[in-house]
């Protein structure tokens, strides 16, 4: 997979996320073991964090070496992603279905710091 695509799936991934949940969050969230939220902000909050990562992907594949601080608050995004599922799935408040979703911000994560670190040396020139 080329670095564009790359970036472009994981703005993709993102807005899709945010658009599947913002339009059928009632049916999702239970499949995900979560109830649905009493106040509708958070997860509109939430959502609004999901698209605009999103974009930053998307700036990302235009101009790599400009966007390189979007990559790695990107890593640091999903990283907490991660974490948060796997806690909450640890203390019951996340179904394991749900925290294995969050394989995919592992994996892109993955992805995002290896392209860091195989650019290094290129972009401190």
């Known amino acids: ?12 991934f993102n807005v899709a996320v945010a658009i ?13 073991g979560m109830p649905d939220f009493v ?3 958070f997860l509109q909050l939430f959502l609004a964090l999901v698209f605009v990562f999103g974009i930053g992907y998307f700036w990302i594949s235009i101009d790599f070496e400009k966007n390189r601080n979007i990559i790695k608050l990107g890593v640091a995004g999903k990283l907490a992603v991660v974490f948060l599922l796997l806690l ?5 408040n996340v179904s394991w279905r ?6 995919v911000d592992l994996w892109f994560a993955k992805l995002f710091m290896n392209f ?3 650019t290094e040396t290129q972009s401190s020139k």
């Open 39 to 41: 106040n509708p902000a």
């Open 116 to 118: 860091l670190t195989s």
């Open 98 to 103: 749900l925290a294995a979703l969050g394989l």
């Open 20 to 32: 599947a949940l913002g339009f059928f969050h009632q049916e999702l969230l239970p499949w995900l």
């Open 88 to 92: 909450h799935a640890v203390l019951g």
């Open 1 to 12: 997979m080329s670095t564009q695509t790359m970036f472009r799936v994981a703005a993709l």
